[in-house]
Nanobody
Framework: QVQLVESGGGLVQAGGSLRLSCAAS????????MGWFRQAPGKERDFVAA????????WYADSVKGRFTISRDNAKTTVYLQMNSLKPEDTAVYYC???????????????????WGQGTQVTVSS
């Protein structure tokens, strides 16, 4: 089992940047693929980005491609989401998620993931 705690959210102006972190505790972090999702008020939770267990493969939603970068540090058991050129429509609660396995599977839906963090609020003002 793994526990996930997100941090780094906050209020930023449009065009600004934030870096989210997701610290994992528990066993075998390097055996988990990791993902970020977000949920805006009144909307469903949507896929943002994912990274394979090794960090060798990454996937992004079209809406964030070229602006967001997902990365991980297995030694620190932490996954990051660097968010640049933020837009008001990026405002949401951002969730970190973990999926057991080293298959390289492109996990982009909620059901693909086994564990979730509590979320961190990101607000982008216009």
């Amino acid at each position: 089992q793994v526990q996930l705690v997100e941090s780094g959210g906050g209020l930023v102006q449009a065009g600004g940047s934030l870096r989210l972190s997701c610290a994992a505790s528990g066993r075998s972090f390097s055996s988990y693929a990791m993902g970020w999702f977000r949920q805006a008020p009144g909307k469903e939770r949507d896929f943002v980005a994912a990274i394979s267990w090794s960090g060798g493969s990454t996937w992004y939603a079209d809406s964030v491609k070229g602006r967001f970068t997902i990365s991980r540090d297995n030694a620190k058991t932490t996954v990051y989401l660097q968010m640049n050129s933020l837009k008001p429509e990026d405002t949401a609660v951002y969730y970190c998620a973990a999926r057991w396995g080293r298959s390289g599977y492109r996990a982009t839906i909620q059901a693909d993931y086994d564990y979730w963090g509590q979320g961190t609020q990101v607000t982008v003002s216009s």
